[in-house]
């Protein structure tokens, strides 16, 4: 059974960092590009970084770059996405999600399946 779990999430100040883990289970991960995205309450959900399965290519979100950092280790079955210098408008429930294929996901059609999700909250 194709199964994520995030873990990370959690109430930060502004300027604050959190680091989000995906634990993936089930699939045969480094075959498949992985990222994540997020929807806040009354928004359109928004793909937030991306990383190939190769680990060689990334891709951010213009309101995210240079900010958060995208990682995987094909070994763990595990992705991470560190975020820094957070601001009020990344709060959202971000989700761990796996692509079609192996290149970045760009769009949310370029993803397959994903996980319950993990609540972020920036606010002072």
């Known amino acids: 059974e194709l199964q994520f779990v995030e873990s990370g999430g959690g109430l930060v100040q502004p300027g604050g960092s959190l680091r989000l883990s995906c634990a993936a289970a089930?699939?045969?991960?480094?075959?498949?590009?992985m990222g994540w995205f997020r929807q806040a309450p009354g928004k359109e959900r928004e793909v937030v970084a991306s990383?190939?399965?190769?680990?060689?290519?990334?891709y951010y979100a213009d309101s995210v770059k240079g900010r958060f950092t995208i990682s995987r280790d094909n070994v763990k079955n595990m992705m991470y996405l560190q975020m820094n210098s957070l601001e009020p408008e990344d709060t959202a429930v971000y989700y761990c999600?796996?692509?079609?294929?192996?290149?970045?996901?760009?769009?949310?059609?370029?993803?397959?399946?994903w996980g319950q999700g993990t609540q972020v909250t920036v606010s002072a």
């Open positions: 990383i190939s399965f190769s680990n060689n290519d990334k």
């Open positions: 999600a796996r692509g079609f294929g192996i290149t970045v996901i760009t769009t949310m059609g370029g993803f397959a399946s």
């Open positions: 089930g699939i045969i991960f480094n075959e498949r590009a």
